[in-house]
Structures are given as C-alpha cells and as structure tokens.
C-alpha cells in the first residue's frame, strides 16, 4: 500500500508550507492514519508509542482545523483548544511542534506548567490564545484564580493519558473536564490501554476512530535487550564499567527516586563521566540546561526519573540503562523508547538485584517476551569485578527443587524459575544443550551490550 503525501491527506497550503519548509516529506503510519479522521471532526483514540510522530498527528490536523474557523476577537483569558500533557518536558516539546508546523498561521499558543513562576504565563493569558498546552496541576491552579476560562474550548486533547493516570492526575483531569463543553472534538493518546485508560477514553470520546500503530503494550522491535543479574550495592561498579565502553555515546539511565538520580549522576562525575541529572525537584532552568547538554553532547549521560523522562526528544541515544528496574512494567516501555527512534536501533541493559525480581517477571508478562541474560561475569571477569553471589542465583528454583543457584552466570544459562517446578528454564533445549535466553552472541569478542552502528 502507497504511504500518502501530506498533501493527500488534505492540509491546508499554510501546513504544507511549514512541513516542506523543515525537509518533512511523507507522513508515519499514525499521521496517515489518524490525520484524515481528525480532518473529518471525527473524535480519535491513538495508541502508539513514543517516537511514532503522534505530535504531529494531532497537531497538523488541530491547526488545519483552528485556521479555517478563525475567530474575529480573541476574548480575554480565553481558550479554543486544551492540550493536557503529563510533564513540562513534553509540553514544551509539544509547543515547540505547534511553533514549527503553524509557522504561516496566524494562530496563537502558549504553555503552562509549574515549577516556575506565573506571572509570564498569566500575561500570555490574559489576552486570549488558540491553543494552550498546559500540564493539569498548573491549569487547576489557575482556573481557580480566574486566570483563565475554558468554557469556549472546542478541540480537546490528551497527550500519554496513561502516564498522567500514572501520575495521579486523574482526579485534576475530571476537574477540568467538568469545565469543558461537552459539546466539543476530542482526542486520547497513549502508549498502553490498561483498564483506566479505557473507562477514561469512554466517558471523553464519542464514537471514536481507533488508530493503533503498534501491538498494545509490545516494545520496539529494534531494542536490543538485556537484563543482567547484580547485588544492589554493585550497581554503581557496573555502570562506571558499561561506560567504559566509547560505544555508550549518548545513553540515559533510569532510576525510580529523585534522590537516586542524583547519587547516580554525582557517582558518574566523580569517576569522570560528564552527566547530568533531570527530576521533579529540578527547577525548570536546571532541567532545560541539563536537555541541552545532554543534546549537544557535553554531557554523555543523562539520569533520569520516569516523570521526568516523558517529553525528552533527543535524536542519536545509543543506550538506555535500567539502573533500577520500575515497579510498574508500562514504564519500562517508555523507558526503553527513548532509543531506537526514527528508524535506528538501540539498546537496553536492565540491572537487577534480589529485590527486583518481582519487577522482571511483571515486565516479561506484559512485553510477552523473556529479556536476555547477560553474563556480565564471564566477560568482565571475577578477578577485575566482582559482580556478587547475586548474579549466580538471580531466581531460586520453585517447588521441588534442591534450592541451588540454576545455573552460575558464567554458564549463560537461564535462572531456573518456579514454573518449572525445578526443571532448568532451558529445559526444552536440552538435547543441544543450548539453554534458553543464551546470548548467541557470547563468544564473540564484541561487547554483548555494545551497538557499534549507533556509535557511528
């Protein structure tokens, strides 16, 4: 099937202008999709995940929407259409698409979000704009001051409405539901459809087109994944070590606490490695600048929150490392693609300790696959780093095994799990003795966790 041009998909001149202008030629599966059912008035549930182009599928069709019925005054602290986002991050990122592709409209936006003062983001309010990309706390803040009106609203959209139920904003987003018209064109996206997502998609969208571009809740195909068994406290080793490797160019490194992404970043100067951490309590400057040089590339990595993460939008990330795995599995698919976009491949190492073993297995069940074991022992070697006993027993046996380790990590085997009733978990190759989750790749002198591609 012929992927349609933009200009098959009806935008108006302005649009086209704009996307020519920034060298963007054919439209991603989800813009072709999505594009001409929203052009249509059509309200719309899109499940894609990051890295898709699905800014670009709600913003073009928004704007093409907006320009052809332009109001003649704009009325003061007024809104024609909301974006509701998770984060600042994202809502920067998404007024800065609404910037490039309305370039030759003359429509207005801002954007809202806490953390920083909002005496400018009043001012921008109080003559009125088009569109107002907002995160939920900071709207609610200021629709309780009168600062703004959301009664002429006409276009709604919610931007990873999974990750904002994640977040507990759902309690604000009903709030400013409430304050909306009903009669109104709204659209839902997100990268997962957990029961929470579905009750919300059906009490904000009527009849809805459905646009899925990828299978629900399955990573990127182009992640290289790997898992590798450490005791907590040798974590830090680990990650100093993994680095060495020139490979690593441009990697993020998750962790679940803002106070863990600042020991980790403080950790990685110290052993020389230019970084820079990015959470919650960071104020907004502090988190811009830290974007920027990790864009740039002053700074090699970047540690980071899950809240945090959503909205970075940096080309050419070599590797995303799990420092700590997360305890809801849907966020290990947000973190996981932040590489592989735009058509590259990636990779995703996963460290985990005793403790977080319950996390693997959520994990697995939801992406409906097993994560490769590397054997970070048996390449690194005993005598320059000792991982821990951690590594030879990462899972115990279950019901009627002996309780000894299922296999060393020297071995490469797969730990032996419960459901094998203390069968290896490679049981069904045993004929080749080939176990299962054996990196093929393991007698190679290649680093297993190495993307020599992405380095280039």
């Not at 019925?69 to 024609?80: A, D, G, L, N, T």
């Not at 994640?166 to 309690?171: A, L, N, T």
């Not at 820079?276 to 907004?284: F, P």
């Not at 190759?429 to 080939?434: I, V």
Request: proline share 5%; net charge positive.
């Amino acid at each position: 099937m012929t992927t349609p041009t933009f200009e098959e998909l009806g935008l108006a001149e302005p649009l086209l202008r704009a996307l020519a202008a920034n060298d963007y030629t054919s439209p991603t599966p989800i813009q072709a999709r999505a594009i001409p059912a929203l052009l249509e008035g059509r309200d719309l549930l899109g499940l894609a995940q990051t890295g898709t182009g699905k800014t670009a599928a709600f913003s073009l069709p928004l704007l093409h929407r907006l320009a052809a019925e332009p109001h003649e005054k704009r009325m003061p602290r007024s809104v024609r259409a909301l974006i509701l986002a998770p984060t600042r991050e994202l809502a920067i990122q998404i007024g800065e698409s609404l910037q490039t592709y309305g370039k030759f409209l003359h429509l207005s936006h801002t954007v809202i979000f806490g953390g920083v003062s909002q005496a400018r983001q009043v001012k921008h309010l109080s003559r009125g704009v088009d569109i107002l990309v907002a995160t939920p706390g900071r709207l609610l803040d200021l629709l309780d001051q009168k600062h703004v009106y959301l009664n002429l609203v006409t276009e709604l959209v919610l931007d990873e409405a999974d990750r904002m139920l994640d977040m507990g904003f759902v309690r604000d987003v009903k709030k400013i539901l409430a304050l909306i018209p009903k009669k109104r064109h709204a659209l839902l996206f997100s990268a997962t459809m957990p029961s929470s997502i579905s009750a919300l998609a059906a009490e904000i969208l009527k009849d809805p087109v459905r646009v899925e571009v990828t299978p629900e809740v399955v990573t990127v195909d182009k992640i290289d994944q790997r898992v590798l068994y450490v005791d907590g406290k040798k974590k830090r080793d680990l990650l100093a070590k993994l680095l060495e490797d020139d490979a690593m160019s441009r990697v993020i490194v998750f962790t679940r606490t803002k106070h863990g992404a600042n020991r980790v970043s403080e950790q990685l100067e110290k052993s020389g490695i230019p970084s820079d951490a990015i959470h919650g309590n960071k104020s907004q400057g502090a988190r811009q600048r830290a974007l920027e040089a990790f864009r740039s590339g002053d700074a090699r990595v970047l540690v980071a929150t899950d809240i945090a993460a959503r909205g970075i939008d940096v080309t050419g990330i070599t590797h995303v490392v799990n420092y700590e795995l997360p305890n809801e599995p849907e966020s290990y698919v947000h973190r996981i693609g932040r590489t592989a976009r735009a058509g590259t491949t990636g990779i995703a190492i996963s460290f985990c300790d005793s403790s977080e073993r319950g996390f693997l297995r959520d994990i697995e069940r939801l992406i409906k696959r097993q994560i490769t074991v590397v054997d970070a022992v048996g390449y690194i070697g005993e005598g320059a780093f000792n991982l821990g006993a951690d590594v030879a027993e990462p899972r115990r046996q279950g019901r009627g095994g002996s309780g000894k380790p299922g296999g060393g990590a020297k071995s490469g085997k797969r730990p032996q799990g419960a459901q094998g009733r203390g069968k290896p978990a490679g049981a069904r190759g045993a004929k080749t003795g080939e176990p299962r989750g054996k990196d093929p790749r393991r007698g190679n002198a290649e680093k297993p966790w190495s993307n020599r591609s992405a380095a280039r």
